[in-house]
Structures are given as structure tokens and as C-alpha cells.
């Protein structure tokens, strides 16, 4: 009887779905009629994809971003039933599994397309594809010279099915779009090219570029850190950005409470000693839930509505908080919020990255597996 006494980890993240919703809305009203494809890879950015899929769904959104096709059969398992771009390149190998899925793999290389119609073949089904365009993101993509040879090469397969012609920024984000723009002049003048072939749908916006490029818009756009509420950088030009909700809130509980005296030290390699006679909290929070060891002594949590300084080390499983300035208004359980707002008080994903030298992608994608994600609304 495994489940006949649950509990509940004290650590854990709070997906907003209405802020979800809010910021569907915002993105669909700037590129109009044209689809959203939302990016949920890796995990939806650390939110949980089955969450984030299965909102997406009730709002109307079906076709969904996704790095490989281990991650769309993962969707599919629990139940999601959408259409997967996946948009990294993969091997030869999994081709079997992308077409027996339904998956739709952006495709870059003559082996990968191949062994996509092979596999089709054999499975009696055809497989609908996105060609990947390097128009100057320099990680994966055919050569823009390359892609009417690469498009023929592709419908000489029956069962191979061109979908969609796509690309990626590499500096959309960037107040200066110069080269983004060179990017988009490179892309209309591959569909320009690609005229006399059957191309599919053209996609190339990110979220920095459904905000500041919108002849970038095409028929679709991928959308990902912008649908959980976080800027793609601080150098987007467009206001509305400022529009964007946060989902996520990074939540604990007060687990211990003592008294230091002045000059203790505090945690492992005692790098913190208390200046004054101290009260100090321990929260169950460290590097093992992904809240980053090097945030060590330079980090802010919320409790009772006012910022707190971390203290000492970031431990695996714990990490300390002084409190001394809420002495007699703090107690075991109390609530703290390390990403989140509290009273009038709020502590972005933006402010952990800046000082970790990182992006807010990156803090919310390493938050750990372990911490539960839980769904909430404020419309409930
Ligand atoms: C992740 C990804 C996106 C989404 O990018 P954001 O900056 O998070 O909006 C779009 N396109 C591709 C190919 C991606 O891999």
C-alpha cells in the first residue's frame, strides 16, 4: 500500500495555468490569425510538460515544440494528443519511432530524410517533415544555396511529406536587429527560390521575433520562454513584453528555527559568520532541487512579505536564511518564496539569472526533477 500515507515535499513549483492562458492571448493578438506553435521541450522549461500540454489543448493549441521524439512519446503515454515538431536533428536510428508516432522531425540531412521513407514505407503510413533552413543560427539547417536540391531530394520519396520550410534566430533578442533582419532577408529570398516546390507552411519566430520582427511572422511562429511568462532578454523593444505573466512560483517551508549567537559559523566551511546574535531559518531547499550552490550568501527569499538574505553555503537539500528582522512574526512552516511574489515583494527568475551570469531559461529549465510541479488557477 504505497499510497496509504501521502505526502507532500515541502519545495515545490507552482504553475499559474490562468497566467498560462493570459499569455496565450497576448501572443495570439500580436501575430493575428496565424498559428502558435508552443515550444514545451525540456520538460516545458522545467514547468512540466503534461501540464503545460494539457492546458495548451483546452485553449485550442495542438501542435507543440519538442526536442526529440523520447520526449513526444513520453507526451503521448500520458495521453497527449497533439502533432510534435520535433526540432532538434536526430539520427537515422530513431526514424522508425518518429514516423510510428506521428511525429513531425525537422529534417536537415539526406540520411535522416532516407531513412524517414524507409521507415514510412515499411509502416505503410507517410511522414510529414520540416525542412530546417541555416539562414545564419549556425547550429543546424541546410544551406540556403542547398534547399532546391534538398527539397527535390525529399519528394522523390512518395512517403515523405514536406510540411513546413523553417528557420531560426540566432539574435532576435538583441536590441540591435541588423543581423536578425539579415536572417529573415536570407529566408524570403530561400521561399522566394522555393516558389516552383511545395513548401508547406513557412515558420521562423521565436519569442523575441514574434515581439520585435513581425515580418517574421509567416504562417506560424514557436513561441516558448514567452508562453511562461518571462522575456526572451532585457532588450526587447516592444512594451507589450512588459504585458507577460510569470507562471512559475518557486515555493518552500520554514523547517527549523534557531538562535545563533554573534560569530557562528554557519554551514558547511563556515564561509558565514553571523555579525549579531541572529535568528536563523533553515529551508528544505539546495542544489538537489537545482537552486544553484553558487547562489551561495547572494540571494534573496521572501518571508512574511519582506526579502531575506540566504546565508552560508547552499547544501544539497537545505540552505539558510536569516530572519533576525522577523523575530516573533516567523515560524516553523511559514511559507517562503524564492521565485514568486509575497505581499508587495517579488523575486523573478530574471534576478537569479543576472546573478548567476545565465538567462531566466536556464533557472527555471534546472529546476530538479524532484521538486513536484503543481497545477493552480486563480480563476478556480
Ligand atoms: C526552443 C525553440 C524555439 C522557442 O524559442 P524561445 O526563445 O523560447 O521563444 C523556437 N524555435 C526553435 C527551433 C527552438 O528550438
Redesign the pocket.
Known amino acids: 500500500m504505497p499510497n496509504s500515507h501521502p505526502v507532500a515535499r515541502l519545495t515545490r513549483a507552482v504553475i499559474h495555468t490562468d497566467r498560462l492562458a493570459h499569455n496565450m492571448r497576448l501572443l495570439q493578438d500580436i501575430v493575428g490569425a496565424r498559428s502558435l506553435w508552443p515550444?514545451i521541450?525540456a520538460n516545458a522549461y522545467g514547468h512540466a510538460d503534461e501540464i503545460i500540454a494539457r492546458e495548451l489543448l483546452r485553449l485550442g493549441y495542438d501542435t507543440f515544440?519538442v526536442a526529440d521524439v523520447c520526449e513526444a512519446v513520453a507526451l503521448i503515454e500520458e495521453g497527449i494528443e497533439a502533432t510534435f515538431i520535433v526540432?532538434s536533428n536526430t539520427l537515422p536510428e530513431h526514424a522508425e519511432a518518429l514516423v510510428a508516432h506521428g511525429c513531425e522531425p525537422i529534417v536537415c540531412t539526406p540520411d535522416t530524410v532516407r531513412a524517414l521513407a524507409r521507415a514510412a514505407d515499411k509502416l505503410g503510413r507517410r511522414v510529414a517533415v520540416h525542412v530546417n533552413v541555416d539562414t545564419g543560427m549556425g547550429r543546424i539547417g541546410i544551406a540556403p544555396a542547398e534547399v532546391g536540391a534538398f527539397l527535390d531530394y525529399c519528394k522523390s520519396y512518395p512517403s515523405i511529406e514536406i510540411r513546413g520550410i523553417m528557420s531560426?534566430f540566432a539574435r532576435a533578442d538583441e536590441a540591435d536587429k541588423r543581423d536578425a533582419l539579415g536572417q529573415l532577408a536570407r529566408f524570403e529570398e530561400v521561399i522566394e527560390i522555393a516558389r516552383s516546390h511545395e513548401i508547406g507552411l513557412r515558420h521562423m519566430a521565436?519569442?523575441?521575433a514574434i515581439f520585435d520582427i513581425p515580418g517574421s511572422h509567416f504562417d506560424a511562429a514557436?513561441?516558448?520562454?514567452?508562453i511562461y511568462g518571462l522575456a526572451?532578454s532585457a532588450d526587447i523593444a516592444n512594451p507589450r513584453v512588459r504585458d507577460l505573466q510569470p507562471i512559475l512560483e518557486w515555493r518552500t517551508r520554514i523547517t527549523f528555527l534557531k538562535e545563533a549567537p554573534r560569530g557562528k559559523g554557519l554551514s558547511y566551511g563556515h564561509d558565514f559568520h553571523t555579525e549579531r546574535p541572529s535568528l536563523i531559518a533553515t529551508i528544505p531547499i539546495g542544489y538537489g532541487d537545482g537552486f544553484s550552490r553558487r547562489l551561495s550568501n547572494d540571494v534573496d527569499v521572501l518571508i512574511g512579505g519582506m526579502r531575506c538574505r540566504q546565508v552560508g553555503r547552499v547544501t544539497m537539500d537545505m540552505s539558510l536564511v536569516d530572519v533576525t528582522p522577523l523575530r516573533g512574526r516567523v515560524s516553523l512552516g511559514d511559507e517562503v518564496v524564492v521565485i514568486g511574489r509575497q505581499g508587495e515583494e517579488t523575486i523573478t527568475a530574471d534576478e537569479l539569472a543576472a546573478k548567476l551570469g545565465t538567462i531566466n531559461?536556464e533557472i527555471v529549465t534546472r529546476i530538479a526533477e524532484r521538486v513536484p510541479r503543481v497545477a493552480i488557477s486563480d480563476d478556480d
Not at 514557436?222 to 514567452?226: A, E, F, L, Q, Y
Open positions: 515550444c521541450k515544440g526540432l531560426h521565436n519569442s523575441a514557436r513561441p516558448g520562454i514567452s526572451p531559461y
